[in-house]
């Protein structure tokens, strides 16, 4: 049974910085690409970032590019989300994400069906 665990989420001010981390269980977790979703309050859910099933390619939306890092670590079954600088418009849900279609490497990720029960960030003074 996949499983995908959230965490690292909390309070922050503006400015500040948070790391999340998704753990992944149930399957290979080398084999997948892994993104980072976030859900404010009265959106649609979006997509923060990707990282290929090796860790070589990345992807960033523009309104975290040069903020945020992602990074995976595959003996560990870990996928972290670095947020830096974080604005009151990262105020979100944040979400992990699996694919074993791997795009990430052609600039695009596909989110696949499962999903974390997500983790809050609130970025407020």
């Known amino acids: 049974q996949v499983q995908l665990v959230e965490s690292g989420g909390g309070l922050v001010q503006p400015g500040g910085s948070l790391r999340l981390s998704c753990t992944a269980s149930g399957r290979t977790f080398s084999n997948y690409a892994m993104g980072w979703f976030r859900q404010a309050p009265d959106k649609e859910r979006e997509f923060v970032a990707a990282?290929?099933?090796?860790?070589?390619?990345?992807l960033y939306a523009d309104s975290v590019k040069g903020r945020f890092t992602i990074s995976r670590d595959n003996a560990k079954n870990t996928v972290d989300l670095q947020m830096n600088s974080l604005k009151p418009d990262d105020t979100a849900v944040y979400y992990c994400?699996?694919?074993?279609?791997?795009?990430?490497?052609?600039?695009?990720?596909?989110?696949?069906?499962?999903w974390g029960q997500g983790t809050q960030v609130t970025v407020s003074s």
């Open positions: 994400n699996q694919n074993r279609r791997d795009t990430v490497s052609r600039g695009r990720y596909l989110p696949g069906p499962e």
């Open positions: 990282i290929s099933s090796g860790g070589v390619y990345t």
